[in-house]
Nanobody, 115 residues
Framework: QVQLVESGGGLVKAGGSLSLSCVASGRFFVFMGWYRQVPGKQRELVASMTSGGTTNYADSVKGRFTISRDNAKNTVYLQMNSLKPEDTAVYYC???????????WGQGTQVTVSS
């Protein structure tokens, strides 16, 4: 059974840091990434990383967030620094076998940044 489990969300003040983790089981994902969603808006890409190390970041988080992964542990991380209130969202981990899917999602973890 394929499963992705996120952890590490929480409440932090603006300017602070949080680290998210996502452990995948059941499949090795070539593509792993983090997305976020706020009520009433579409889910958006935050950062992604291939098993070969190629990364992609949303412009809004470049220079503040860092994605990394441990292929041996089938785990992806997101280090979030200099957090802003607009980073508040539910953060979801995604795993994909190819660039075209199929996609698998975690249950999400809430990140709240207070001003």
């Amino acid at each position: 059974q394929v499963q992705l489990v996120e952890s590490g969300g929480g409440l932090v003040k603006a300017g602070g840091s949080l680290s998210l983790s996502c452990v995948a089981s059941g499949r090795f994902f070539v593509f792993m990434g983090w997305y976020r969603q706020v009520p009433g808006k579409q889910r958006e890409l935050v950062a992604s990383m291939t098993s070969g190390g190629t990364t992609n970041y949303a412009d809004s988080v470049k220079g503040r967030f860092t994605i990394s992964r441990d292929n041996a542990k089938n785990t992806v991380y997101l280090q979030m620094n200099s957090l802003k209130p607009e980073d508040t969202a539910v953060y979801y981990c995604k795993g994909a076998l190819t660039a075209w899917g199929p996609d698998y999602w975690g249950q999400g973890t809430q990140v709240t940044v207070s001003s």
